[in-house]
T-cell receptor, first 115, second 112 residues
């Protein structure tokens, strides 16, 4: 089992540029989560998909952020335009099913630096 | 506001010392509880979890945690730490549905 795969692992971009982060969940998992980790705010849930459908996007900071899950094996988180305050580590996680009893497995994260 | 609180921001201890990290939550009702560890430069890994049953939960790498419902606590313990336990530890709670709420994390530094 390859686990949750994220790419790129590191991204450095200039303010105003579009950034796309990618995630491949564990095969067979129906739920996918995007988190952001910063020193100031810790780990925050941005958005949650179940069966490729966005269920809860209340954590998405603003309209510059968008996420898609076109199929069960791929999701993207896009920031357009990016700003320095978006610098953080972005984690993707997946779980077998939705619900509190199912463990979330985290990917290695993408460290984003916006200059 | 509902939250997860970790009492210590940074803990420094020597090898073979005992470790206890505090975690309290403020959610009412049924909760599922987790401890995650993040080693330097690595992703979050699950140490242990509590859903129901025996409130003393044993996890990987010699860690255990005790759920005390009356105190809304889920403290993490390890009797004898090793240098390789240097990491950041996160307590997390799912209060009923799916949304993991994380504590701020505790950085543990183990000196050889």
């Amino acid at each position: 089992d390859a686990g949750v795969i994220q790419s790129p692992r590191h991204e450095v971009t200039e303010m105003g540029q579009e950034v796309t982060l990618r995630c491949k969940p564990i095969s067979g998992h129906n739920s996918l989560f995007w988190y952001r980790q910063t020193m100031m705010r810790g780990l925050e849930l941005l958005i949650y998909f179940n069966n490729n459908v966005p269920i809860d996007d209340s954590g998405m900071p603003e309209d510059r952020f968008s996420a898609k899950m076109p199929n069960a094996s791929f999701s993207t988180l896009k920031i357009q335009p990016s700003e320095p305050r978006d610098s953080a580590v972005y984690f993707c996680a997946s779980s077998l099913e939705a619900g509190a009893s199912y463990e979330q497995y985290f990917g290695p994260g993408t460290r984003l630096t916006v200059t | 506001a509902q939250s997860v609180s970790q009492h210590n921001h940074h803990v420094i201890l020597s090898e073979a010392a005992s470790l206890e990290l505090g975690c309290n939550y403020s959610y009412g009702g049924t909760v599922n509880l987790f401890w995650y560890v993040q080693y330097p430069g690595q992703h979050l890994q699950l140490l242990l979890k509590y859903f129901s049953g025996d409130p003393l939960v044993k996890g990987i790498k010699g860690f255990e945690a005790e759920f005390i419902k009356s105190k809304f606590s889920f403290n993490l313990r390890k009797p004898s730490v090793q240098w390789s336990d240097t990491a950041e530890y996160f307590c997390a709670v799912i209060p009923g549905d799916y949304k993991l709420s994380f504590g701020a994390g505790t950085t543990v530094t183990v000196r050889a």
